[in-house]
Nanobody, 127 residues
Framework: QVQLVESGGGLVQPGESLTLSCVAS?????????VGWFRQAPGKEREGVSC????????FSANSVKGRFTMSSDNSKNTVYLQMNNLKPEDTAVYYC???????????????????WGQGTQVTVSS
């Protein structure tokens, strides 16, 4: 089973950018996997951020990040990215990626049921 490792989190000021990476460890490929990014802020429930369907490469994103966050993949590097621009304090959270092979995604909510999860990376947006 593929294992996922997130990286790229950190402390930034409002308006700045970060790019998170999610790598399939051990040389495993994410080709054909549905992959999603999620976040959980202290005291809040986990929420879906963005999800990439493997079948038609359609991306579903939360309204709160549309126009600011972009999800992409590089199968040659077994990596999925989350480019985050114009970060806001309310984006502060632990960000997780999740994936599952042979899984159809038709909405952001569908990605909540992905089975393989990474350990998360902290993103803090503060002045």
């Amino acid at each position: 089973q593929v294992q996922l490792v997130e990286s790229g989190g950190g402390l930034v000021q409002p308006g700045e950018s970060l790019t998170l990476s999610c790598v399939a460890s051990g040389g495993a490929s994410l080709d054909g996997y549905a992959v999603g990014w999620f976040r959980q802020a202290p005291g809040k429930e986990r929420e879906g951020v963005s999800c990439l369907s493997s079948t038609d490469m359609v991306t579903f994103s939360a309204n709160s990040v549309k126009g600011r966050f972009t999800m992409s993949s590089d199968n040659s590097k077994n990596t999925v990215y989350l480019q985050m621009n114009n970060l806001k304090p309310e984006d502060t959270a632990v960000y997780y990626c999740a994936a599952q092979d042979n899984y159809s995604v038709y909405s952001l909510n569908d990605c909540s049921y992905l089975e393989v999860w990474g350990q998360g990376t902290q993103v803090t947006v503060s002045s």
